[in-house]
């Protein structure tokens, strides 16, 4: 470190930066460390001084050992401070940090040394994390119900589109159905709005249970769900109807104390064809819950009538 003796001043400002700094000679041995890269890593400056490059660095994926003059002499866009790579660094408890580094060579009295500025990314890589998780949840949130987390309209339609051209493409049978709770508004005008989003949420619970994990249930609004049964005929979307109607009819709706209710379903189904478009098979199926409900509700109804 003789050579870096001459400068006092430039010695103690790098001693004394918040960001890890190493040296290393032409042999990629360590020469000099700052505190924070001891602080970072865990390591005495004795316990730096002599290490190679790859002390601080362990193999990647493919086993490969990292080398500071890869860094410094790579072809990707390079910083004032030298070239940018986000790489894993060792510590003495034997885990690892993701650090981002700039390597670069230096130049003094005839001789070359290597020297890498080291950066902590660990905040910045839990901001990202949650940056991202907030997007993809906004994402979920623009085509899920935020009250029974089922898809909104919007997905359900996307989802009913690509049915259709399933349809068309593979010449399968599919199914949509429309169902609504009778007489909702009863409910909502009785109890309070707060019951009804109970009553709802339990309604999406008792759809996901009874139908196939292929088939999509989605809240169109209100009291109103649809449903989509691919790869169904009406013969066979009639009876697994049927049963969710029973299910719903059977079950007991906790409200307070030991008050319960007891709900009922309509249902209008019909056959997605494959030149429909999507608010056409909606009509449809609309009108056969419309039957329904003119009906008696508490049933099932095909669309034609």
Excluded: W
């Excluded at 790859?54 to 910083?79: C, D, M, R, T, W």
């Excluded at 478009?277 to 909606?282: A, D, F, H």
């Amino acid at each position: 470190m003789n050579d870096f003796n001459t400068d006092v001043l430039s010695k103690e400002i790098v001693s004394q930066s918040i960001d890890s700094i190493v040296v290393l000679d032409t042999n990629q041995k360590i020469i000099f460390s700052n505190l924070a890269l001891q602080t970072l890593t865990g390591y005495t400056e004795e316990e730096l001084n002599g290490k190679t490059f790859s002390f601080l660095f362990p193999p990647n994926e493919k086993g490969e050992q990292s080398s500071i003059e890869a860094f410094v002499s790579s072809n990707e866009a390079h910083y004032i401070a030298g070239f940018l790579k986000e790489l894993e660094l060792i510590t003495k408890p034997k885990g690892t940090i993701p650090v981002e580094i700039r390597a670069f060579t230096i130049k003094k009295e005839n001789k070359e040394y290597y020297a890498a500025i080291i950066r902590d990314v660990r905040e910045r890589r839990r901001l990202e994390e949650q940056k991202n998780v907030l997007i993809n949840s906004l994402k979920r949130l623009a085509f899920m119900d935020e009250l029974t987390m089922l898809p909104n309209r919007r997905s359900f339609a996307d989802t009913l589109q690509k049915t259709i051209a399933t349809v068309k493409r593979r010449n399968r049978e599919s199914v949509l159905a429309v169902m609504d709770i009778d007489h909702f508004k009863v409910i909502n005008d009785t109890y309070g709005h707060d019951i009804g989003d109970l009553v709802l949420k339990k309604m999406a619970n008792i759809f996901v249970d009874c139908l196939r994990e292929e088939d999509t249930v989605g809240r169109l609004g209100g009291e109103e769900f649809g449903c989509i049964l691919p790869d169904t005929t009406t013969e066979g979307a009639t009876i697994v109807l049927d049963r969710l109607r029973e299910s719903v009819e059977t079950h007991r709706f906790f409200i307070f104390d030991n008050y319960y209710l007891n709900i009922t379903l309509s249902i209008g189904y019909t056959k997605v064809h494959p030149i429909q478009k999507p608010e056409e098979v909606l009509k449809f199926a609309d009108i056969a819950l419309y039957q329904a409900k003119n009906h008696g509700r508490n049933r099932i109804q095909v669309y034609p009538v």
